[in-house]
């Protein structure tokens, strides 16, 4: 039996300018070295140290265009991995001062490839209530409905080898909300219509009045609170 090596990936996480260039690539984007630099506050030099650790560990590839190299997480796996960490991490004291700390951030944002935070959480309760999604053993089934569509998502005919629908645990709300391709379609298309738009934060998504009506009308979500623009 071969013994995964958690201890390589420990050392990985463990500083924390590291941790705040993962947490600046879990918006699914690619940066290049000093642009992970400034957002750890550290020097290029710095940076490129914590970067090969991180190549090293698997947890972030790098791909040079042109004249530039910029790294990006390895894969949706890691950004999962990831938020679940997140989300078991911080104590109930420490849970509440990180929400009072992402402010907005923690409304409406994206988890790599996918919508995440109390939009989210609401989305997939009523995809669960509507029984557009249905919980089997731990984990997500899509099941086929109209509604879907209007949501930008088209189910497979057949089952892939991954799940279609994921189940990823929200690092602020600690629910859950749905990850994997219909999660990463569903963001697609709220951004190609305008239901939320990118935010100052890295992460963070803004919902547009459109976009509330939009699933008040499909999924019967009262979300304007959460509007602002």
Same mark, same amino acid.
């Given at each position: 039996?071969?013994?995964?090596?958690?201890?390589?990936?420990?050392?990985?996480?463990?500083?924390?300018?590291?941790?705040?260039?993962?947490?600046?690539?879990?918006? @699914?984007?690619?940066?290049?070295?000093?642009?992970?630099?400034?957002?750890?506050?550290?020097?290029?030099?710095?940076?490129?140290?914590?970067?090969?650790?991180?190549?090293?560990?698997?947890?972030?590839?790098?791909?040079?265009?042109?004249?530039?190299?910029?790294?990006?997480?390895?894969?949706?796996?890691?950004?999962?991995?990831?938020?679940?960490?997140?989300?078991?991490?911080?104590?109930?004291?420490?849970?509440?001062?990180?929400?009072?700390?992402?402010?907005?951030?923690?409304?409406?944002?994206?988890?790599?490839?996918?919508?995440?935070?109390?939009?989210?959480?609401?989305?997939?309760?009523?995809?669960?209530?509507?029984?557009?999604?249905?919980?089997?053993?731990?984990?997500?089934?899509?099941?086929?409905?109209?509604?879907?569509?209007?949501?930008?998502?088209?189910?497979?005919?057949?089952?892939?080898?991954?799940?279609?629908?994921?189940?990823?645990?929200?690092?602020?709300?600690?629910?859950?909300?749905?990850?994997?391709?219909?999660?990463?379609?569903?963001?697609?298309?709220?951004?190609?219509?305008?239901?939320?738009?990118?935010?100052?934060?890295?992460? @963070?998504?803004?919902?547009?009045?459109?976009?509330?009506?939009?699933?008040?009308?499909?999924? @019967?979500?009262?979300?304007?609170?959460?509007?602002?623009?």
């Amino acid at each position: 039996m071969i013994t995964p090596r958690f201890d390589i990936l420990g050392q990985a996480i463990s500083d924390a300018s590291r941790t705040q260039m993962l947490c600046e690539l879990m918006e @699914g984007r690619a940066y290049t070295n000093k642009e992970l630099a400034a957002a750890a506050g550290v020097t290029p030099q710095t940076a490129s140290a914590h970067l090969r650790l991180l190549q090293d560990a698997g947890l972030v590839v790098a791909e040079k265009r042109g004249r530039c190299v910029y790294h990006r997480l390895a894969g949706p796996e890691v950004a999962h991995a990831l938020e679940q960490l997140a989300a078991i991490a911080p104590a109930d004291s420490l849970h509440r001062a990180q929400q009072r700390k992402a402010g907005d951030l923690a409304q409406v944002r994206s988890c790599y490839d996918h919508l995440a935070g109390p939009l989210a959480v609401a989305m997939t309760r009523a995809l669960l209530d509507r029984g557009m999604l249905r919980e089997e053993h731990g984990a997500f089934r899509a099941v086929p409905a109209g509604e879907w569509l209007k949501l930008g998502v088209i189910l497979p005919e057949k089952p892939g080898r991954q799940p279609f629908a994921r189940p990823c645990l929200d690092w602020t709300e600690r629910k859950l909300h749905v990850a994997g391709p219909v999660g990463r379609l569903i963001l697609d298309h709220a951004l190609d219509s305008g239901w939320v738009k990118r935010h100052r934060h890295k992460r @963070g998504l803004v919902l547009t009045t459109p976009g509330a009506r939009a699933l008040e009308q499909i999924l @019967g979500l009262s979300c304007g609170g959460l509007v602002a623009a």
